[in-house]
């Protein structure tokens, strides 16, 4: 349980320049004042995250948005009023008062307002825009518990521990452009429902300058070799833990780590970062988990899966 005091402390260190970690609906974030540029140095020091992977800044209400940004396009309003608070993320053009090391020199800014109450009262005590990225150590698996926070950050100043996350995935970022938007990365909210309020208008791979982190080919990369199932592969079932989403086939695995009861896709992107915590702490030699298909939220969680197992299935993934 979260207590009133423990919301001023956490507010307070975040006003003179300490980190905290907090609950987000999505996963916890490592989060500083964004309008301090010492402070967010530190967040790149303590994850060991590099320079050029830029921050998304955390805000409690639309109004704050316009000292942030340059632009007063309307599609942010509409985008606001459906999906905020919530795990969509708008990359916009940056104010000046947004610190270069934020946005890691880019001339536009990540933001959401998250939707967690923990969240959204620390963004208020505090009384400036947080940058927090995921609260995880550069390229490791998204922490959906405090207890994966304390794992991977031990030097974090402060956790405030909200439990388990509700959406266990990062938030769906998208880009403005003069058509419509891109997708940067994937999330639980789904093209298709953006779709329904700004027209879908994909750039050239060229013209996405950065490279958000859902970018890269390799990410989220667990400390134990993880794959995805398929019949394509023989594995020495006795050494694995299997994350299952439809219950079947479980036979023979070291361990089984149920992701959904109820074949529920929601389910899966809440619990699959902490099965892959869970099995990287036991002792089975490696991660096996079942694919979805790569439709609406599926798209976000093949997309998890797919970068935790690149590294690993880099050869199967050049045959195909
Ligand atoms: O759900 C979330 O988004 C969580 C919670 C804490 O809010 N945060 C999160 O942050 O996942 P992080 O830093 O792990 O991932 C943010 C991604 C980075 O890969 C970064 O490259 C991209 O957002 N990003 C941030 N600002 C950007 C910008 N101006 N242009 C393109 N990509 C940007
Ligand atoms: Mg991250």
Same mark, same amino acid.
């Given at each position: ?18 980190? +905290? ?35 998304? +800044? ?15 396009? /309307? ?48 963004? @208020? ?77 994909? /750039?050239?791979?060229?013209? @996405? ?24 592969? !023989?594995?020495?079932? /006795? ?24 074949? %529920? ?37 093949? %997309?998890?899966?797919? !970068? ?5 299935? !880099? ?6």
């Amino acid at each position: 349980m979260i207590r009133e005091e423990d919301i001023q402390k956490a507010a307070e260190y975040i006003r003179g320049g300490r980190l +905290v970690a907090f609950p987000t609906e999505t996963v916890y974030g490592l989060g500083a004042n964004a309008l301090d540029s010492i402070a967010v140095a530190r967040i790149f020091e303590l994850k060991q995250r590099p320079s050029f992977d830029p921050l998304i +800044v955390h805000i409690a209400s639309v109004d704050e948005i316009y000292s942030l940004i340059s632009s007063n396009d /309307e599609r942010i309003l509409k985008l606001a009023e459906k999906f905020w608070p919530g795990p969509l993320t708008i990359v916009l053009p940056k104010s000046t008062r947004i610190p270069d090391i934020v946005t890691s020199g880019l001339p536009t800014v990540g933001i959401r307002i998250p939707h967690h109450p923990i969240a959204l009262a620390l963004i @208020k005590q505090a009384q400036v825009p947080i940058a927090a990225p995921s609260a995880n150590r550069f390229g490791k698996v998204s922490p959906t518990t405090a207890q994966h926070v304390r794992k991977h950050l031990p030097g974090v100043d402060f956790i405030l521990d909200g439990g388990k996350t509700q959406v266990g995935i990062e938030s769906t970022i998208i880009k403005l452009n003069d058509k419509g938007f891109d997708i940067l990365r994937n999330g639980v909210i789904t093209r298709e429902e953006i779709e329904k309020v700004v027209p879908y208008a994909p /750039e050239t791979r060229d013209s @996405k300058t950065i490279i958000a982190s859902g970018m890269m080919l390799s990410h989220y990369s667990p400390d134990k070799p993880i794959f995805i199932l398929s019949d394509k592969f !023989k594995l020495e079932k /006795e050494k694995a833990g299997l994350i299952s989403y439809t219950g079947k086939h479980t036979e023979g695995y070291k361990k089984v780590i149920r992701v959904s009861q109820n074949g %529920d896709l929601l389910e899966y992107a809440a619990n699959l970062f902490a099965a892959i915590h869970q099995l990287e702490e036991s002792d089975v030699e490696f991660i096996v988990a079942e694919p979805v298909a790569e439709v609406g939220i599926g798209m976000a969680i093949m %997309d998890r899966l797919k !970068k935790a197992a690149y590294r690993y299935q !880099k050869e199967q993934q050049e045959n195909n």
